[in-house]
């Protein structure tokens, strides 16, 4: 398991509720948004928790960019939880 933390910064003509809304319901097959958060007209943050780095890569490079309104993914940070 992996957690990759993005920054997505929106068009100005986009609706970043909309988007967010339509980010959330992605269907993807090793991976899924755990938050989509709106920070203002033209950002989000997401926390997106992959099987493994290789699919949380695949999602930030190849369906993200297809979302539209999506101008730019930023990845934060990538963290591999710790289980005790």
Do not use: W
Not at 43 to 68: I, M, N, Y
Not at 71 to 81: A, F, L, Y
């Amino acid at each position: 398991m992996v957690n990759i933390y993005l920054f997505v910064e929106l068009i100005r003509a986009a609706s970043a509720a909309d988007v967010a809304e339509h980010i959330k319901g992605m269907s993807l097959a090793n991976c899924k948004f755990a938050n989509v958060v709106v920070l203002s007209y033209d950002k989000l943050v997401a926390q997106l928790d992959c099987s493994t780095p290789e699919d949380g890569t695949r999602v930030v490079l190849e369906e993200l960019p297809k979302v539209e309104g999506v101008v730019q993914t930023n990845v934060i940070d990538v963290v591999k939880p710790v289980q005790h």
